[in-house]
Nanobody
Framework: QVQLVESGGGSVQAGGSLRLSCAASKYTISRNCMGWFRQAPGKEREGVAA???????RYADSVKDRFTVSKDNAKNTLYLQMNSLKPEDTAEYYCAADDRWWLPLSKLYEYNYWGQGTQVTVSS
């Protein structure tokens, strides 16, 4: 069965950086849309960044110019480089995949496959 496994979360101070990884197994990320999402306590899950099968990217306004989504097709791994982190970035971060070549961040609940999440905590 398809597995998406996130790693790289942790605790950092505001202004710091983290890089999240999402390793896929039994799934070829190069052909499909992949996304990063997050959910803070008491809040709804929201889209952070997505990358389509051709490598084009989209970002939530709140993370533009700070976060970068990328993928390494040879390693079948998705990444999220997070710079200039803020306390409001604190959340559980999830990667997700969909069998279509592109799916907007707003349609997060249509993504087919989800990882288990990795916690990111940013202190002020």
């Amino acid at each position: 069965q398809v597995q998406l496994v996130e790693s790289g979360g942790g605790s950092v101070q505001a202004g710091g950086s983290l890089r999240l990884s999402c390793a896929a197994s039994k799934y070829t990320i190069s052909r499909n849309c992949m996304g990063w999402f997050r959910q803070a306590p008491g809040k709804e899950r929201e889209g952070v960044a997505a990358i389509d099968s051709d490598g084009r990217t989209r970002y939530a306004d709140s993370v533009k110019d700070r976060f970068t989504v990328s993928k390494d097709n040879a390693k079948n791994t998705l990444y999220l480089q997070m710079n200039s982190l803020k306390p409001e970035d604190t959340a559980e971060y999830y990667c997700a995949a969909d069998d279509r070549w592109w799916l907007p961040l707003s349609k997060l609940y249509e993504y087919n496959y989800w990882g288990q999440g990795t916690q990111v905590t940013v202190s002020s």
